[in-house]
Structure formats: structure tokens, C-alpha cells
């Protein structure tokens, strides 16, 4: 089922030069030494943040450039978010309020106190609110300190929450598939569509962490393999990505969740990095054709309002700080970015830049 891989003449280009690194096993020095090893290839592949349309892509397009500048935290303004009442408990089979968290990429605490603000977990970190039910959008690792003990918090809160008749989900981010490819692949060269890249060099340009890989486990593995894509809940339909390209693999939300879990069972490098590339897209609901393509997404899924991360909120708003903060401004995320009409909802708050973590109860009032 690869779809991209392999289709019309491969154009070599110097792509293997910039972006095959050495495994990670071999590699002495941390994560801070990394874009040593790879020169100048960020500034040389530009912003991506204007490049990840769905439509008008350039020709060449490859998620090898990197994906997002991570601003450093403490150079822009914060603003507090009120605190909200602890989830109510429903009583016999009622379903329990629903939640969705946003992007965490690795940032442990910030997730665990955005959980308590809401009255989801208690002072120890475990689950606390009964029947409540709590989605993860994705992208679980990369940027941040901490993206095991992040995976690994949602696995414990998983058990906990079904044991008190709720239940914490999550979805798959590309990040999860880069991930999973940088583990499976590392330096295997695949066909980008502008020449050849690798999963692993990928990786390391969008946020990698040589701590989370050296505690990745066969049982984190398995886990993010068998996230499921897309989910309706409430009549919000919940994805990690703010694109179409959910359309190409299924008709329904079922077809869709399992196309991409056959995929990821064949463990071919090519489809999984075609799969990695079409979820790495983003912006598709954000201009005067954003309502369209969102009532495309509802009309064959179901749902009244589609519930994404991805796309940081400052970008989405065209409100980025620079990467030293030396603007003296930067992004600020009060809650959710409702948008398109109304009939989409971003959730990414932009942690990686010094913007928030997400946690919020569904419906919005707004």
C-alpha cells in the first residue's frame, strides 16, 4: 500500500550528505551536539512553517527540514489560565465528561499540572476523576525532557481510569511515527520525494531526544503502533493533524484505523515514511478553503466539529515569537483556537514555545 514511495523517477540530491547520521547507539555526545552534525542543513531548508499546506505544496516537498522552531521557555509572557471545577462523577453507566489534551512533545510537568488544574489527577499523579473521559491528540515525544515518562504516564492513567469506569485514550501523531521509524529504520535511506532522507536524521532535526531512545521499550513500541488515527466522540471528530489526508486511507473511521495499523505491521520503511510525510502536513483548515475541507472530513466521518493538534496555535494565529526571543513578544495561548467557521477547534497551545498545554473540556463554551 505504499503510496508515494517508489512512483516516477527518483531525483538524487545531496539530501543523503545533509541528513544520514550514524545511529544513535554509536553516537557519544548528547542531543545538544546535533546540529553540529548536521551543519547548516536547518537554515539551509528554510522556515517550514509556511511549507506544510495542503495545497500548494513545492515541488521536493520532505518533512526532513525541520518542522517548527522550538523557542526557548522563559523568553515570552505566559498567561495564566483560570482554574475549572474538578470533573463531576456521573453515576451507574453515565458516560463522564469528555477531555482532550493537546501536544505534550516530552514536557512531563506541564502535562501533569495542566491534569490537576482540571481535576483529572491528584497530587500524585494518578487518576481522580472517576467516570471522566480524557483523549491525547498525540505527539507524546521529541522537544521536551521527558517523552517516555509522558508515554508512560498515559499507559498508567490508561489502567487507572478503566479501573474507576472512565477511560484515557490517545491518538497517533507523526511525531509517534517518527518515532517508531527512527527505532525501526534509523539510517535506512527511503525515498522522501526529493531524493533520499532517513528516518533517523528526520528525527533528530524535529526534536529527537537521545534520552527517550535509549529508554524506548518493545512495550512503548507495541503501544504507539496501535494508536488509533481518528475517533468521533460527542460529535467532535478527534485527529492529531489539521489535514485530509486521513481521507486516504479509508472511507471510515474503522478503515482508516486499520489501514494505518496494517501498515505500520508490514514494516516497510518507504510506506511508513509516505505515512510519517502525509500526517506531517498541516494548515489545510486555516484559510478561505479551511470550512470546506473541514465539512469534507465531517461528511465522511460524522461529527458536527473536528478536534485537532499539530499546528502550534501562534502559528495558526500568525503570532510567532523568534527562536532567542529577541522580538521581546511571543505567543500568547489562552485556551483553545476555535476557527474555520467554528467547525474546527486547534489544540495545540505551542509548549515547545513557551505557549501552554492544552487540557480542556469538551464541548467549548465558544
Known amino acids: 500500500m505504499t503510496q508515494g514511495a517508489g512512483q516516477g523517477p527518483v531525483v538524487r540530491t545531496d539530501t543523503v550528505r545533509d541528513f544520514r547520521v550514524p545511529a544513535y547507539v554509536q553516537q557519544t555526545a548528547g542531543f545538544g551536539e546535533a546540529p553540529e552534525r548536521f551543519g547548516d542543513a536547518a537554515e539551509h531548508f528554510g522556515d517550514a512553517a509556511d511549507r506544510f499546506g495542503d495545497t500548494g505544496e513545492p515541488e521536493g516537498y520532505t518533512p526532513t527540514q525541520r518542522d517548527l522552531p522550538v523557542i526557548n521557555r522563559g523568553d515570552t509572557l505566559q498567561v495564566p489560565v483560570p482554574d475549572q471545577a474538578p470533573a463531576p462523577e456521573p453515576s451507574g453507566d453515565e458516560l463522564g465528561p469528555l477531555y482532550v489534551v493537546g501536544d505534550v512533545h516530552g514536557y512531563l510537568d506541564e502535562l501533569l499540572a495542566a491534569l490537576r488544574e482540571q481535576g483529572l489527577v491528584d497530587a500524585d499523579g494518578d487518576w481522580c476523576a472517576g467516570h471522566a473521559r480524557l483523549w491525547f491528540l498525540g505527539d507524546f515525544t521529541d522537544r521536551g525532557p521527558d517523552g517516555i515518562g509522558v508515554i508512560d504516564l498515559v499507559m498508567r492513567l490508561s489502567a487507572q481510569a478503566a479501573a474507576a469506569g472512565g477511560y484515557c485514550k490517545a491518538l497517533m501523531g507523526n511525531h509517534e ?27 533528530l532535526l524535529n526534536g529527537g531526544q537521545k534520552s527517550d531512545m535509549d529508554r524506548l521499550q518493545d512495550v512503548h513500541l507495541q503501544w504507539m503502533s496501535r494508536l488509533d488515527a481518528i475517533e468521533l466522540e ?8 489539521d489535514t485530509t489526508a486521513y481521507l486516504d486511507y479509508g472511507d471510515s473511521i474503522t478503515s482508516v484505523n486499520d489501514t494505518i495499523r496494517e501498515a505500520l505491521t508490514r514494516n516497510d520503511a518507504d510506506e511508513c515514511w509516505d505515512l510519517f510525510r502525509k500526517f506531517t502536513k498541516r494548515f489545510a483548515f486555516r484559510d478561505q478553503s479551511g470550512p470546506e475541507a473541514v465539512r469534507e472530513l465531517l461528511g465522511a466521518f460524522g461529527g458536527s466539529r473536528v478536534v485537532h493538534g499539530h499546528s502550534p496555535i501562534p502559528y495558526l494565529l500568525g ?25 474546527a477547534v486547534a489544540m495545540d497551545g505551542g509548549v515547545t514555545m513557551a505557549g501552554k498545554l492544552l487540557v480542556r473540556r469538551l464541548p467549548l463554551d465558544s
Request: proline share 5%.
Open 234 to 241: 460527542d460529535d467532535h471528530l478527534l485527529m492529531h493533524s
Open 319 to 343: 503570532e510567532v515569537g523568534s527562536e532567542d526571543g529577541a522580538d521581546g513578544g511571543g505567543p500568547q495561548v489562552e485556551g483553545p483556537h476555535v476557527y474555520a467557521d467554528g467547525l
Open 177 to 203: 511515527l517518527l518515532l517508531i521509524g527512527a527505532k525501526r529504520f534509523g539510517d535506512t535511506p527511503v525515498n522522501s520525494g526529493a531524493g533520499t532522507a532517513t528516518f533517523q536524521a528526520a528525527w
